[in-house]
């Protein structure tokens, strides 16, 4: 296949940036985030569910579709936009990348270098093992789908965009 190099190398470039902006991005995002516990909670307890086990469930649940939504709309959809059809190629640059950096910051904190990720405000005080628990929850997986959807939405809207001539091929 026959890529032109200045199509395919901005949104390689695109998904690295976002890469590795991605976990600082969410950490900042969090405490907004955090304000719809509150409804949610009081949504669950009124339709009456109050079993512990159950409850934490549905938390689970709602939480890992709101990250795989706002990891969506914030990464996924420019980056489909820009990737225009090798959205899938701008979407594994975008996941080793996200991959490397906390990697990088797991590492970090495994050998004690604290004032390194203190300085990059990196989380990884749990080392290699808190990388691999991390990376082994299916919330973090779900929120990479939901970039990759969304990437997909976006190549879609750009392809359907272009074809009546209202964006630039």
């Known amino acids: 296949m026959n890529v032109p190099l200045d199509r395919l190398s901005s949104a390689f470039y695109l998904a690295v940036l976002f890469g590795c902006i991605y ?14 516990a509150s409804p949610m909670v009081e949504a669950v307890r009124t339709v009456g569910v109050t079993e512990s086990a159950t409850f934490k469930i549905i938390n689970r649940v709602f939480w890992t579709v709101i990250w795989a939504v706002v990891s969506g709309l914030i990464f ?28 990088v910051s797991a590492l970090a904190g495994e050998y004690g270098l604290s004032e390194f ?15 691999l628990w991390e990376w082994s929850l299916p919330e973090v997986w779900t929120s990479m789908l939901g970039v990759a959807l969304f990437a997909w939405l976006g190549s879609r809207v750009r392809t359907y965009l272009r074809r009546q001539n209202r964006v630039a091929p």
């Open 23 to 36: 976990f600082f991005v969410l950490l900042a995002l969090e405490p907004y985030l955090s304000l719809l």
């Open 76 to 103: 996924g959809l420019p980056l489909g936009l820009l990737a225009r059809s090798h959205w899938a190629r701008a979407w594994v640059a975008f996941l080793i990348t996200s991959i490397g950096i906390r990697l």
């Open 117 to 131: 990720l203190s300085a990059w405000n990196l989380p990884g005080e749990w080392g290699l093992a808190g990388f």
